[in-house]
């Protein structure tokens, strides 16, 4: 069997709330890219929106640190904790543009959901309504074949 050389996936890191007010976070994070080569693009943070609501004036000063790294951030389990679903999308796609960053929507299963956050300017978007789970063998394949 032929061995298919892919790019090692993104590993995306889930931030706790008292991680992103730790005043040492943007430092150990450095530190581990150090550690590591520094290569920011093998490393992402998923950071909730309970978490940047709870402060988000040291959300933005943290979030544009862990930017200037290059390390993408994504704001994930939109409407989950204290507000609704609309008003928490809008503004985190208008928080992570004025930083420069790229929105993308996870968990996207029907079209309306597709058209109301292309509609609030999100960027990529990735759920069942654009493809099931796959096997790594069959995700190789399917990028290969789109090569």
């Known amino acids: 069997m032929a ?19 730790s005043e040492d976070f ?4 450095r530190a581990a890219l150090q550690a590591n080569g520094g290569d920011a693009t093998a490393l992402g943070i998923e ?6 609501i709870s402060n988000m004036e040291r959300a ?5 640190q862990v930017h200037k790294l290059g390390i993408p951030v994504a704001i994930d389990d939109f409407g989950t904790g204290y507000s609704s679903l ?4 809008n503004t985190c796609i208008s928080l992570a543009h004025n930083l420069n960053l790229k929105v ?11 058209a109301m956050l292309k509609q609030l300017g999100c960027d990529p978007a990735q759920g069942f309504l654009y493809s099931p789970p796959v096997p790594a063998d069959q995700r190789a394949r399917m990028l290969r074949e789109s090569a």
């Open 3 to 21: 061995r298919c050389r892919l790019p090692a996936p993104r590993i995306a890191v889930n931030i706790a709330a008292g991680q992103l007010r």
């Open 26 to 29: 943007v430092k150990e994070l």
């Open 47 to 52: 950071v909730t929106e309970s978490v940047l």
């Open 60 to 64: 933005i000063e943290v979030l544009t």
């Open 86 to 89: 609309a008003y928490i999308v």
């Open 104 to 114: 993308v929507a996870e968990g996207v299963e029907i079209e309306g959901q597709a």
